[in-house]
């Protein structure tokens, strides 16, 4: 039996480096570099630093 295929894309959790543990989760592809954006983080109102966190899987 052949092994399963690796997925193009992961499962990424970009964190709030406001630290009010706000986060999004986002696709990319897998052999994408690491994610960091300037989103907007709703409990300090303001557009902060999001940083990737990897995604618990199994």
Request: overall charge positive; cysteine-free; proline content about 5%.
């Amino acid at each position: 039996m052949a092994k399963k295929a690796k997925s193009r894309t992961v499962m990424v959790r970009l964190l709030s480096m406001a630290m009010t543990g706000y986060f999004r989760s986002m696709m990319r592809p897998r052999q994408h570099r690491p994610l960091s954006m300037l989103k907007y983080d709703p409990i300090v109102r303001k557009k902060v630093l999001f940083l990737e966190q990897k995604r618990g899987g199994k």
